[in-house]
């Protein structure tokens, strides 16, 4: 049974940069890693997507070795608006929607 | 604006007293899909729709119906609420099945808190 693993929660400070990992020991191998973000009393937000190697667009950058079985989120510079709680999201072999339980972070000044 | 609607966003009811929650996305998306969100649970799928007229249980399904008669909507239907169905709701759609070679990222809506007493 597919499963995917998350820290709890991580702190870090403004300027840093942050990476959160995902482990999924199962991940269909045509499937795509997804990651969102969660802001309070707001529903999840995509923030990127990739397969394998790595992935970058203007808000985060995804890292995926070539066995695709962790992905690392990376949040470059983050500021307190970054604080959130973060999914990843993976289908496993039959189709099905795996999300992770989701990372706390929490960014101080 | 792109986006999922949600209403009510907050709704507070009683035991056994027939609910629906609407869902409306304006981007022509096939796939629907509805979830609760419990503290130290994360998000639970309840039921999806790959296009209208076709619907599937999640993880959760018991207690909800649902229907997709059209595409743009996903109504929830609790027909006996109990206590155990309080919960932070939300409706999510996307272009395609988020998953495997299509992977189409879920757009998701602001969410309804129910409570049922």
């Known amino acids: 049974l597919a499963k995917t693993t998350q820290p709890i929660s991580m702190d870090s400070y403004e300027g840093q940069e942050v990476n959160i990992t995902c482990s999924h020991n199962?991940?269909?191998?045509?499937?795509?890693i997804t990651w969102y973000q969660q802001f309070p009393s707001q529903g999840p937000r995509f923030i990127i997507q990739?397969?394998?190697?790595?992935v970058t667009n203007e808000v985060a950058s995804l890292f995926i070795p070539a066995d695709r079985k962790s992905s690392t989120l990376s949040l470059p510079r983050v500021s307190l608006s970054d604080t959130a709680v973060y999914y990843c999201?993976?289908?496993?072999?039959?189709?099905?929607?795996?999300w992770g339980a989701g990372t706390k972070l929490i960014i101080k000044p | 604006e792109a986006q999922v609607t949600q209403n009510p966003r907050y709704l507070i009811t009683v035991t056994g007293k027939k609910l629906t929650v609407t869902c409306s996305q304006n981007m022509n998306h096939e796939y629907m899909s509805w979830y609760r969100q419990d503290p130290g649970l994360g998000l639970r799928q309840i039921y999806y729709s790959m296009n209208v007229e076709v619907t599937d249980k999640g993880d959760v399904p018991e207690g909800y119906k649902v229907s997709r008669k059209e595409k743009r909507n996903f109504p929830l239907i609790l027909e006996s609420p109990s206590p155990n169905q309080t919960s932070l709701y939300f409706c999510?759609?996307?272009?395609?099945?988020?998953?495997?070679?299509?992977?189409?990222?879920?757009?998701f809506g602001n969410g309804t808190r129910l409570t049922v007493t």
């Open positions: 199962n991940i269909a191998t045509n499937d795509y």
């Open positions: 990739g397969y394998k190697t790595k």
């Open positions: 999510a759609s996307s272009l395609s099945v988020p998953t495997g070679t299509d992977n189409s990222p879920l757009h």
């Open positions: 999201l993976v289908g496993d072999s039959n189709y099905q929607l795996i």
